[in-house]
């Protein structure tokens, strides 16, 4: 079975520009999750999507970020513009229900310069 | 609001070394704990879980028992093998509906020395 995807894996960008990221969960996987994974520290949710519905988006720094998830499979995490402080990994995750059994992608690891 | 505390590593152990990764957590009701896994250029993973007070996690040789009574979640290992360099996650999930999400602990990092 296939994991979750993400891509790019590694991005570097300058501050005040903008980037997206991908990801494709696990097949019949309706629940999907980004977090972002500061260097030292634990993963932080920012959204969770149930299909193409957003569960919760608390966290999610909505005047720079933003994600969609059209059609309830692939999912897309914008930053625009982008400041030093969102260096980190995203990481998405998906799971077939609930948060539980969540299966993670690898992670794309973003550097602000 | 809930959280988690593990300790801080790194963690340096020989081989064959037993380990405990210290983990405690701050919750209201009954929480569900889990230690999750990330290995070198891959993503976290489920290492095991426990979903009520005394139940006991246990995979791959590592186990961990639910402590209400001290709040704490630790991870244990007899006998560690390089390979189980990684980090470690300490992680709960609330038991009411307005606090499911998943809180991570900050990690813990684990190298064995051949």
């Known amino acids: 079975e296939a994991g979750v995807a993400q891509s790019p894996r590694y991005k570097i960008i300058e501050k005040r520009q903008s980037v997206a990221f991908w990801c494709n969960p696990i097949s019949g996987h309706a629940t999907l999750y980004w977090y972002q994974q500061i260097l030292g520290q634990g993963p932080k949710l920012l959204i969770q999507?149930?299909?193409?519905?957003?569960?919760?988006d608390s966290q999610l720094p909505k005047d720079r970020f933003s994600a969609e998830r059209l059609k309830g499979v692939d999912s897309t995490l914008k930053i625009q513009p982008a400041k030093l402080e969102d260096s980190a990994v995203y990481l998405c995750?998906?799971?077939?229900?609930?948060?539980?059994?969540?299966?993670f992608g690898p992670g794309t690891r973003l550097t602000v310069l | 609001g809930n959280s988690v505390t593990q300790m801080e590593g790194p963690v340096t152990l020989s081989e064959e070394a037993f380990l405990t990764i210290n983990c405690t957590y701050t919750a209201t009701g009954y929480p569900s704990l889990f230690w999750y896994v990330q290995y070198p250029g891959e993503g976290l993973q489920l290492l095991l879980k426990a979903t009520k007070a005394d139940d006991k996690g246990s995979n791959k040789g590592f186990e961990a028992t639910y402590r209400k009574e001290t709040t704490s979640f630790h991870l244990e290992k007899g006998s560690v093998q390089v390979s189980d360099s990684a980090v470690y996650f300490c992680a709960l999930r609330g038991s009411s509906s307005s606090a499911s999400k998943i809180i991570f602990g900050s990690g813990t990092r684990l190298s064995i020395r051949p």
């Open positions: 995750a998906s799971s077939l229900e609930g948060p539980a059994e969540q299966f």
């Open positions: 999507f149930q299909n193409n519905g957003v569960v919760d």
